[in-house]
């Protein structure tokens, strides 16, 4: 799966994230060519979306599936390290007073 491979070349620092909540995912990608460029990656009610131009081509047109860039790729291996290091680091503070939604 070509996507994957290019999700694995995208850095965490390259995303930024806008909004988290259980509802809505909004994470904001800084294009790795052109740093002036960025890509919104957004998740409505379990929908994905990306307004790159990859997604629009590929992600729109199929009647039965979807299509995932490397940007939705990206998002959720992201999130998905985002909880792990979330849920460890509360063991570790379990006695420490609760910190809100810090946003990861
Ligand atoms: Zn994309």
Do not use: R
Not at 32 to 60: A, I, M, Q, R
């Amino acid at each position: 799966m070509k996507q994957l491979a290019k999700a694995s070349v995208l850095l965490d620092e390259n995303i930024n994230v806008l909004h988290l909540d259980e509802e809505l995912i909004e994470l904001e990608f800084t294009s790795e060519t052109d740093p002036k460029k960025k890509y919104l990656v957004s998740c409505w009610g379990g929908n994905w979306k990306c307004d790159c131009h990859d997604f629009h081509y590929h992600g729109l047109n199929l009647e039965h599936s979807s299509y995932c860039c490397k940007h939705l790729l990206k998002g959720i291996m992201y999130l998905n390290n985002c909880k792990k290091s979330e849920i460890e680091s509360d063991e570790f503070k379990t006695a420490d007073k609760v910190v809100g939604n810090n946003g990861c």
